[in-house]
C-alpha cells in the first residue's frame, strides 16, 4: 500500500468538495469540460499537501477543503491553458480539452476553472482575512509568469541555469508552495509553523520539476499518461537540457531524437547527477518538515515526500 492509498480518505473528501459545482446540466458548453478536466484520474498532490499541512498544525478537516479544493482548480486552469500552448494531446491517459473539444471551448473551460477556484478559496469557513486571496491572486500570476518564461525560452538557443531555475519556481514550485502555506494559514498554525511548511512546499515543488524533467526522458509513457520526450521535441529548455548543451560545448538543438537525447544523457552521467539535484532539495524539506511538532500528519507529509522523490510517473 502506498501513502497515496493510505491518504484515500482524504482524496474522496476533497473530490467531493471539487465536485460541489454546478451541474453539467446547465450551460452545458461551458460545465462539461469543466466536471471532464476535474474527474481526470490523478493523485491529488497538491490538495492533500494543503490538508495535511492544515492538520498538522492542529487544523480542522471541514475549514481545510474549500481551499484545497481551490488549489486544485487553480493547478487544472494552469494544466488547460498549458496543453493549448503546447499543443499536447493527451493528459493523464486521455484527450486534452482543446482536443476533445476545441481550443475556444479550452479556453472558456480554463478560465471558469480559475474563477471556481475563486469561489472555493472564499468560502473557506474560518477565514476572513484577505491574506489568502492575496497570496493565491499573486500565485496565479507567478504561475503565469512561468509559463511566459516557459514559452520565451523555446525560442533561445541557451538559458543560464539560474534563469531555468527561476521559471520552475514560478511555473511549478509556487503552486506547491501555495497549497502547503494557505493549508498553514487556514489551519490556524503559530508563524513559524507557517514559514516551515511554506518552505518545505517551495522545496518540493522545486525537487518535484526536477524529477518531472528526468520522467520527460525516461518513464514508460502508458504510466505517465503523456506523451514522453515532449520537452525534446519542443525544444524545452530543462536542467537536462542545459547541462548536456555545457558537456556537449553547443546547443542540443540539432538533436531530433528522443532515444539520441537518451542516449547522451547516459553516456555524460546526467541522469544521476541531476536526481542528485533533485534530492538536495527533498532534503531540504525534510529538514524544514523536522520544525514542526510530531504528530499522524507529519508522518504523513514525510511519508507524501518520499512517494514524490521515488514517484514513476
Not at 479544493?69 to 493547478?75: G, K, P, Q, S, T
Not at 501555495?178 to 490556524?188: P, R
Not at 547522451?264 to 514542526?292: H, N, P, W
Amino acid at each position: 500500500m502506498t501513502i497515496i492509498d493510505s491518504l484515500e480518505k482524504f482524496r474522496k473528501k476533497i473530490e467531493t468538495e471539487i465536485e460541489a459545482i454546478p451541474s453539467s446540466d446547465k450551460i452545458p458548453l461551458f460545465y462539461e469540460p469543466i466536471h471532464y478536466i476535474n474527474r481526470l484520474s490523478g493523485k491529488k498532490i497538491r490538495p492533500l499537501l494543503t490538508v495535511l499541512s492544515g492538520l498538522a498544525v492542529g487544523g480542522k478537516i471541514e475549514n481545510l477543503l474549500p481551499p484545497a479544493a481551490a488549489v486544485e482548480l487553480l493547478h487544472n486552469f494552469s494544466l488547460v491553458h498549458d496543453d493549448i500552448m503546447d499543443d499536447d494531446d493527451t493528459r493523464r491517459g486521455k484527450e486534452t480539452v482543446h482536443v476533445k473539444w476545441d481550443i475556444g471551448t479550452a479556453i472558456l473551460t480554463g478560465d471558469g476553472l480559475l474563477g471556481l477556484a475563486y469561489r472555493k478559496l472564499l468560502s473557506t469557513p474560518n477565514i476572513t482575512d484577505l491574506i489568502i486571496a492575496r497570496l493565491f491572486t499573486d500565485a496565479m500570476l507567478e504561475i503565469c509568469e512561468g509559463q511566459a518564461l516557459d514559452k520565451t525560452f523555446e525560442e533561445r538557443k541557451l538559458i543560464s541555469e539560474s534563469e531555468y531555475i527561476e521559471m520552475i519556481q514560478k511555473k511549478t514550485a509556487t503552486l506547491i508552495q501555495l497549497a502547503c502555506q494557505i493549508g498553514a494559514i487556514v489551519g490556524e498554525g503559530k508563524d513559524k509553523e507557517i514559514q516551515s511548511l511554506t518552505s518545505f512546499g517551495l522545496s518540493i515543488g522545486m525537487g518535484f520539476q526536477i524529477q518531472d524533467d528526468l520522467l520527460d526522458i525516461f518513464a514508460d509513457e502508458e504510466l505517465l499518461g503523456k506523451r514522453v520526450g515532449s520537452d525534446v521535441l519542443m525544444n524545452k529548455k530543462t536542467i537536462i537540457s542545459i547541462r548536456l548543451s555545457e558537456r556537449r560545448g553547443k546547443p542540443v538543438d540539432d538533436i531530433k531524437s528522443v532515444d539520441k537525447f537518451r542516449e547522451l544523457i547516459q553516456e555524460y552521467g546526467l541522469a544521476e547527477e541531476i536526481q542528485s539535484i533533485a534530492d538536495t532539495y527533498f532534503v531540504k524539506a525534510r529538514e524544514m518538515l523536522d520544525k514542526i511538532a510530531p504528530n499522524e500528519y507529519r508522518s504523513y507529509l514525510y511519508d507524501l515526500t518520499d512517494y514524490i522523490q521515488n514517484r514513476k510517473k
